[in-house]
């Protein structure tokens, strides 16, 4: 079931120089969301901008969720500094639930990670983020160091690099969302019917109205829908 709803920021916290996290209130998403899924925000009351933005959900609170707001352009400059938002949500299709996995992300798209490791922390058995430099934000407070592994491109953490060159255990089930680049390096380390792919794309109705999000299928013949079908696909199942 999706609901709209419309909520209070409660608190934001710097991620880093172009992120925000984003605590909202919730009536119903909170207890309904599950990881992988996203919500549609409205960026205001007037027709510019006309079209919602989606969201990875981070995490959820009792009566709230956490929102990583990735900050692009003026629709996304709006919602990071509203005191209310309207919502839609909880949307599309989120990680199967599975034993022994990792997390990969990169970027944003450590948002729905965040989630599935809060969500089920006895199941995953390492998680790799990447980012250009440290963020600000202390990602111990959600991930225990000992299973993190904190990746960047400019050195100012302990692995230097993409997340890519840090990967172990390519036999186990990984579960993955950041810039496409970084899927398609995974695509070549580890068999497809192993990794389950969180796409990040310009969805602007959520619902599979607009087909603004297609990804063609794996065997070539037509076309998924990031919102409805999605945005969690195995990634045989898909062409990127």
């Known amino acids: 079931m999706i609901f709209f709803e419309t909520g209070t920021v409660l608190k934001r916290e710097t991620f880093d ?11 119903q998403i909170w207890q309904k969301a599950r990881p992988g899924q996203f919500v549609e925000i409205r960026v205001n009351s007037r027709l510019d901008p006309l079209l919602r933005r989606p969201f990875s959900i981070a995490f959820t609170d009792e009566s709230s969720i956490w929102l990583l707001i990735q900050i692009k352009g003026k629709g996304s400059k709006i919602i990071a ?30 948002a729905p990670l965040i989630f ?7 199941r995953v058995k390492r998680v790799y983020f990447g980012f250009k ?3 600000n934000f202390n990602l111990y407070k959600l991930i225990p160091q000992k299973k993190l592994v904190l990746v960047t491109e400019d050195g100012s953490t302990e692995f230097r690099g993409l997340v890519t060159q ?8 990984h579960l993955v969302c950041g810039p496409t680049p970084m899927m398609k390096a995974l695509n070549k380390l580890i068999s497809s019917d192993k990794l389950y792919f969180s796409l990040e794309s310009y969805m602007g ?14 065997d070539g ?18 062409l990127l």
């Open 81 to 110: 500094n509203s005191s209310q938002l309207e919502i839609m949500g909880p949307l599309g299709n989120g990680f199967p639930e599975l034993e022994n996995v990792s997390l990969v992300g990169g970027g944003s798209g450590i």
């Open 205 to 218: 109705c959520g619902v599979g109205i607009c087909m603004g999000c297609a990804v063609r299928k794996g």
């Open 133 to 135: 430099t440290k963020p």
């Open 116 to 122: 599935y490791y809060k969500t089920y922390p006895d």
């Open 166 to 173: 840090f990967i172990e255990c390519k036999n186990d089930v």
């Open 221 to 238: 013949n037509g076309y998924y829908r990031v919102c409805t079908e999605g945005p969690v696909f195995r990634a045989d199942k898909i």
């Open 17 to 27: 120089s172009d992120k925000l996290l984003i605590k909202v209130e919730s009536d």
